[in-house]
Nanobody, 125 residues
Framework: QVQLVESGGGLVQAGGSLRLSCAAS????????VGWFRQAPGKQRELVTTITSISSVTYADSMKGRFTISRDNAKNTVYLQMTTLKPEDTAVYYCAAADRMTWSIKTSAQEYPYWGQGTQVTVSS
């Protein structure tokens, strides 16, 4: 089993940037598929981006060109670089991991059994 800890959230002005980190402990993170999801108040949790164990990536349409997911296997960490942030990006951002069929793109939250506690991102206008 893997434990996930997100960090890097905070308050930023519109147009600014943040980099979120998802640090894993417990097992070799490189063999996991990892996803970033977010949940705004009163809304359902939604996919932000995912990366597989073979580094295939996918992004939700509204994040394409603004967000970048990457992984540093030596540090057991996955990053989410967010640029050109908008007020509608305000949400709690969650890191999630899966240890089955990790080479396949997973876009549903139900496919990820392991979750971090989340980190708040607030974008002011």
């Amino acid at each position: 089993q893997v434990q996930l800890v997100e960090s890097g959230g905070g308050l930023v002005q519109a147009g600014g940037s943040l980099r979120l980190s998802c640090a894993a402990s417990g097992r070799t993170f490189s063999s996991y598929a990892v996803g970033w999801f977010r949940q705004a108040p009163g809304k359902q949790r939604e996919l932000v981006t995912t990366i597989t164990s073979i580094s295939s990536v996918t992004y939700a349409d509204s994040m394409k060109g603004r967000f970048t997911i990457s992984r540093d296997n030596a540090k057991n960490t996955v990053y989410l670089q967010m640029t050109t942030l908008k007020p509608e990006d305000t949400a709690v951002y969650y890191c999630a991991a899966a240890d089955r069929m990790t080479w396949s793109i997973k876009t549903s939250a139900q496919e990820y059994p392991y979750w971090g506690q989340g980190t708040q991102v607030t974008v002011s206008s």
